[in-house]
């Protein structure tokens, strides 16, 4: 079964309807949901998902919190990052000026030696000098 990082740009579209590159994360969620994918992330993931969903003006109230219980329900393989995690994330945020957050999946795919997953531009133009990855517009699989 392939293993991936996925960061909360791919997650979050399994939850907020009319994004961008949606039906190729939706595809994603369905190899998930069928067990033919494996996914990994940081703890955060779950609170950056959410953060979107609370920032997406055309979710209610109702449906946002039907969509938190979702995102705890078909988390990814949640990993705390340790020292070597935490130095290697540190160490590429501050080379590459970029958040220690968006670091942290870059460290976790290579520590695992996984391919990370995105949707994010920057994300991917950093990814590239690290670990091998894959823009959710090229679709899956790698």
């Known amino acids: 079964m392939p293993n991936l990082v996925i960061d909360a740009s791919v997650y979050a579209k399994w939850f907020n309807r009319g994004e961008e590159f949606e039906e ?5 969620r369905d190899e998930f949901i069928h067990g033919k994918i ?3 992330a940081p703890s955060h993931i779950t609170f950056e998902t959410c953060n979107a ?9 109702a449906d946002a919190l039907k969509l938190a219980k979702e995102v705890i329900i078909l988390k990814p ?3 705390e990052l340790d020292q070597e995690m935490t130095e290697e994330a540190m160490g590429l945020a501050r080379l590459e000026n970029i958040s220690f957050y ?7 795919a290579k520590k695992l030696a996984f391919a ?3 949707a994010d531009d920057e994300q991917c ?4 000098r690290h670990v091998k990855y894959r823009h959710l517009k090229e679709g899956y699989p790698l």
């Open 24 to 28: 190729a994360a939706l595809r994603l």
């Open 38 to 40: 494996e996914f990994h």
């Open 53 to 61: 969903i609370w920032k997406n003006p055309n979710v209610t109230d």
């Open 77 to 79: 393989e949640i990993l």
């Open 102 to 108: 968006d670091m942290t999946y870059v460290a976790i």
């Open 116 to 118: 990370l997953i995105t």
């Open 125 to 128: 133009e950093i990814a590239k």
